[in-house]
T-cell receptor, first 109, second 115 residues
Framework: KQEVTQIPAALSVPEGENLVLNCSFTDSAIYNLQWFRQDPGKGLTSLLLIQSSQREQTSGRLNASLDKSSGRSTLYIAASQPGDSATYLCAVRSAALIFGKGTTLSVSS | GAVVSQHPSRVICKSGTSVKIECRSLDFQATTMFWYRQFPKQSLMLMATSNEGSKATYEQGVEKDKFLINHASLTLSTLTVTSAHPEDSSFYIC???????????FGEGSRLTVL
């Protein structure tokens, strides 16, 4: 059974710092991995989608990597801003889409 | 990116009543739609998968007679919570994708409070 773990559960950083969020999964037989952002009481915003054949994807200040063999993905956020404060979820698609519990990021100005 | 619209965003109902939540894909045809629920500080949990024109597939532990899902068209799926109870109070989110390997897009979610 696929399990997705996100570390850390919460993270507080000052504005301008670069940071890394981690996601690990137990079953490497996946179709893709997706990173989402969730603001309090809101739905999900898709940030990056990495297909199983890909190693990384970039969008603006965000870079996500995927190491399928080790069951790991990282989301790198460069030059963090207060507007980046949110919960970041990774989700792995194998038979179903399984979510981690998320990392709640707080960026102070 | 593609837009998925969910309505209503908030609903309060009395115990024993039924509530319908709509999920629409606005600019693409969603062959598959998914319904999730999220309790506070918890992960999103998949409730069911629906393919247009066929019966929904429910995850283990989800009562199909209580959570009725209809996917009658390629742009609309509905979730009806029947005979709602306070423990059904949760955040319900739908998602949709265009093809079997397409990116998933999510609605804004619907917060249900059952009094």
């Amino acid at each position: 059974k696929q399990e997705v773990t996100q570390i850390p559960a919460a993270l507080s950083v000052p504005e301008g710092e670069n940071l890394v969020l981690n996601c690990s999964f137990t079953d490497s037989a996946i179709y893709n991995l997706q990173w989402f952002r969730q603001d309090p009481g809101k739905g999900l915003t898709s940030l990056l989608l990495i297909q199983s054949s890909q190693r990384e994807q970039t969008s603006g200040r965000l870079n996500a990597s995927l190491d399928k063999s080790s069951g790991r993905s990282t989301l790198y956020i460069a030059a963090s801003q207060p507007g980046d404060s949110a919960t970041y979820l990774c989700a792995v698609r194998s038979a179903a889409l399984i979510f981690g519990k998320g990392t709640t990021l707080s960026v102070s100005s | 990116g593609a837009v998925v619209s969910q309505h209503p965003s908030r609903v309060i109902c009395k115990s024993g009543t039924s509530v319908k939540i709509e999920c629409r894909s606005l600019d693409f045809q969603a062959t598959t739609m998914f319904w999730y629920r999220q309790f506070p500080k918890q992960s999103l949990m998949l409730m069911a998968t629906s393919n247009e024109g066929s019966k929904a597939t429910y995850e283990q532990g989800v009562e199909k007679d209580k959570f009725l899902i209809n996917h009658a068209s390629l742009t609309l799926s509905t979730l009806t919570v029947t005979s709602a109870h306070p423990e059904d109070s949760s955040f319900y989110i739908c998602s949709a994708r265009e093809g079997p390997s397409g990116e998933l897009f999510f609605g804004e979610g619907s917060r249900l409070t059952v009094l």
